[in-house]
């Protein structure tokens, strides 16, 4: 029997996990302020919170949002395995990025899943965000995702980075790209690594 048998739930991060690369930071490199960015992510989690790093960088992008999405739509890779595993298990996409940048890649690949993010208010004098809920959550204080996992358990979840880290501390199995799995460590918290989601699929089978 599978280790995710109902009411088990596994819940997949979009952004550097389903997608080979972070779409926020194709979007940040091609349109947004550099300079602005790797400051920004040397500051996450020490002296910014994420929802402040998130509204800061998304505000250097001014791009019409026609253009971005037709970039994405060019560029964005799905990691292997994801419509194996999207058909077997019908995971939850839980991202902190967006609706609006990611309905239209799932659409381009003819899948139907589950969503939970934020959206987009694309202005021209550069992007805002509005928060799916602007009350944070009790464990970290920020704008994280364990406010949105679901109740079944077992709870299975997969990452790559730092908005994935207080969700993953709340699953009873992870499985984790290098730059979360670095963190799990320092927390004494046990991970799987993975490269493809078939290696997911055969550890849960
Ligand atoms: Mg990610
Ligand atoms: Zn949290």
Redesign the pocket.
């Known amino acids: 029997m599978s280790f995710l048998a109902p009411p088990g739930q596994l819940v997949v991060?979009?952004?550097?996990?389903i997608t080979v690369h972070?779409s926020q930071w194709m979007l940040l490199e091609r349109y947004g302020d550099g300079e602005v960015f790797s400051a920004m992510e040397g500051s996450l989690g020490t002296t910014r919170s994420y929802r402040e790093v998130m509204e800061l960088e998304l505000a250097t992008i001014k791009a019409p949002f026609a253009e971005a999405r037709q970039f994405l739509l060019d560029e964005v890779e799905l990691r292997a395995g994801f419509r194996e595993l999207l058909a077997r298990y019908r995971p939850l996409i839980l991202s902190g990025g967006f609706v609006d940048t990611i309905e239209p890649i799932l659409a381009r690949e003819g899948l139907e899943a589950e969503l939970v993010a934020n959206r987009l208010d694309p202005r021209p004098d550069g992007w805002r965000i509005h928060w799916r809920d602007e009350t944070p959550c009790p464990v970290c204080g920020d704008l994280c995702k364990r406010r949105y996992l679901p109740e079944g358990r077992p709870l299975v979840y997969v990452?790559?980075?730092y908005?994935?880290r207080c969700a993953a501390l709340a699953a009873d199995r992870v499985f984790a790209l290098p730059r979360l799995g670095e963190y799990l460590d320092e927390q004494g918290a046990p991970w799987e690594p993975f490269a493809t989601f078939d290696d997911i699929a055969a550890a849960l089978s």
């Open positions: 991060d979009w952004d550097g996990t972070d990452g790559d980075g908005s994935d």
